[in-house]
């Protein structure tokens, strides 16, 4: 079984270790098959997402040589496969990942079970999102984002890498783990200083660690980052996490008896 791995730089490991993938075409056409979720890309769509506007004389010709060296590719570290991961259907090209062989749906999956979760599931969700975001090596695709299509994909799983850490944070603080997770969130604030969430998690958790004038001081700076870059006030849920600490609410324990701030965005 070969595993991809594109939450990073691309990646195939085969039971003996990594295998290279060479030249930016092949890796764009390995990247945009892996992100299609086993659906046929179209013929246009490769060679708009490899080429461009600068594509070959004989697109047709030179996109089927490419297919057929990454079928070779494939076949050389798979040499027990009866069948070809690359098929050819009416609607395009597929190439076939199975049941956790492509680290991206791997990640999705354990995002939309943490969404499933409850409150009294803190510890199963914190655990699970921590192990799904240690998948990330880097950049999607390491930087190296392609065409539309990849490009595409590549926001929508950093999308849904952002909604991880705000469910792992969330899991955390209603775990009472205030402290621990001050780095983090301080970081993650810091890298993404317009996503209101993670600055009401930083306010909980500066909170929930006895700095109460530290929580209010983040909103005081986001309030004036918000109008200074958008134009708009703080949101209610924002303003809500803001007169809990001035008021001392006990929904910022994390007590899960308790009903919480922290509900799904």
């Known amino acids: 079984m070969l595993r991809f791995s594109v939450l990073g730089a691309l990646q195939i490991r085969t039971a003996s270790g990594p295998a290279e993938i060479s030249g930016d075409l092949q890796r764009t056409l390995v990247q945009t098959l892996l992100v299609s979720e086993g659906q046929p890309v179209s013929g246009e769509a490769l060679v708009e997402e490899m080429w461009g506007e600068s594509g070959p004389g004989h697109q047709a010709n030179a996109l089927q040589a490419h297919v057929s060296r990454l079928r070779r590719r494939l076949r050389e570290l798979e040499p027990d496969r009866l069948a070809s991961r690359v098929t ?4 395009g090209y597929r190439l076939g990942v199975g049941e956790g062989e492509l680290d991206a749906a791997e990640f999705i999956r354990a995002v939309r079970q943490a969404e499933s979760s ?15 975001l240690a998948l990330w090596r880097g950049p ?4 190296f984002p392609g065409g539309t299509l ?9 999308e ?10 969330d ?20 890298s993404h200083p317009l996503r209101e969430r993670f600055c009401e ?14 929580a209010l001081d983040v909103f005081r700076r986001m309030r004036r980052h918000l109008d200074d870059e958008l134009g708009i006030q703080p949101s209610p849920a924002l303003r809500k996490v803001e007169n809990a600490i001035l008021s001392h609410d006990p929904a910022l324990t994390g007590d899960t008896r308790i ?3 922290l509900q799904p965005a």
């Open 88 to 91: 050819i259907h009416p609607s």
């Open 201 to 214: 998690q930083l306010m909980i958790a500066l909170y929930g660690s006895g700095r109460q004038a530290d």
């Open 171 to 190: 899991a955390e603080l209603r775990l009472g783990h205030h402290s621990s997770v001050l780095a983090e969130l301080s970081d993650a604030h810091t």
């Open 259 to 261: 009903p919480s701030l």
């Open 140 to 143: 999607v695709f390491g930087g």
């Open 160 to 169: 849904y890498r952002m909604r991880a850490m705000e469910l792992r944070f």
């Open 118 to 132: 409850g409150p009294h599931d803190a510890a199963d969700t914190a655990r699970l999102l921590g192990g799904a």
């Open 150 to 158: 990849c490009q595409l994909a590549g926001a929508r799983y950093e």
